[in-house]
C-alpha cells in the first residue's frame, strides 16, 4: 500500500518529522518510517531533517546507512545506497535526463539511469551525483563535486567533473616509504 502511495508517503514523512532534532534516535524513527514505502531497507538507516525522496519505491538501502540534512534525492529509476555509506549535507541524486523534443527541453522524453553508491563510500557536502554512477566501495568524494562518470574504490575523489585525486593504495605506499 505504502509503496503505492511512496510520492504522498515521502512527502507526508517529511512534513510531519521536520522539526524533530538530527539525533540518531529520532533520525532512526524517520527511516523507518521511509522505509515503508521503499523497496528495502536495513538496519539503522537513519535520515537526518528535510531530505527530499522523490520515488520511494526506488530505493535499496542497505545497513547503518547515514543521509544528512537537506538532501534530494530525484530518483525515477533503482538508486541503491550500500551498508555504511554517508551523504553530507544538501546532496543531489538524480537518476535521470531530460530529452529535447521541437527544439525544447520542457516536454521531451528523459532518459534514466541507476545510481549505485557501494559499500562504506563517503560523499561529502553539496556534491551532485548523475545518472548511472557507480561509487566504488569506501571511495570518498570531496564536498561540492559533481559526479558524472563512476568511481573506482578506495580513492578519494573530487571536482567538477569529479577525478580521482589519490588512491589509498598510493597513500600508503608513501608512508611506507617515509
Ligand atoms: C575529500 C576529502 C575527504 C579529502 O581529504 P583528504 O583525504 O585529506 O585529501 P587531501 O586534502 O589530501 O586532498 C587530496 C587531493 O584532492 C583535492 N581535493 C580534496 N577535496 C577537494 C574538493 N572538495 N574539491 C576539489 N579538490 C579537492 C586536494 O586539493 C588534493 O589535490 P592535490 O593533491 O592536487 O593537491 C576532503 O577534502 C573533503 O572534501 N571532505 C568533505 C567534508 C564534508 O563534506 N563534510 C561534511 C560532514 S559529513
Not at 534514466?112 to 566501495?137: D, E, N
Not at 578506495?154 to 569529479?162: D, F, K, L, R
Amino acid at each position: 500500500m505504502f509503496k503505492k502511495l511512496d510520492v504522498l508517503w515521502g512527502w507526508l514523512v517529511r512534513v510531519l518529522t521536520n522539526p524533530w532534532p538530527d539525533s540518531a534516535g529520532f533520525m532512526r524513527v524517520r527511516g523507518r518510517l521511509y522505509a515503508l514505502a521503499a523497496e528495502s531497507v536495513g538496519k539503522n538507516f537513519q535520515v537526518a531533517s528535510d531530505v527530499r525522496i522523490a520515488r520511494l519505491r526506488h530505493l535499496v538501502v542497505g545497513n547503518d546507512v547515514y543521509i544528512g540534512p537537506n538532501c534530494v534525492l530525484l530518483i525515477n529509476e533503482r538508486t541503491t545506497i550500500e551498508d555504511e555509506v554517508m551523504l553530507a549535507h544538501k546532496i543531489m541524486l538524480t537518476t535521470s535526463n531530460h530529452g529535447k523534443e521541437n527544439g525544447s527541453y520542457r516536454f521531451g522524453k528523459g532518459k534514466s539511469a541507476p545510481i549505485t553508491l557501494k559499500r562504506g563510500c563517503w560523499i561529502g557536502a553539496h556534491c551532485v551525483v548523475l545518472p548511472g554512477v557507480v561509487v566504488g566501495q569506501g571511495t570518498a568524494v570531496g564536498a561540492n563535486s559533481v559526479v558524472n562518470r563512476s568511481l573506482p574504490e578506495h580513492c578519494v575523489a573530487a571536482g567538477a567533473p569529479a577525478v580521482v585525486k589519490v588512491r589509498d593504495a598510493d597513500r600508503r605506499q608513501e608512508k611506507d616509504g617515509e
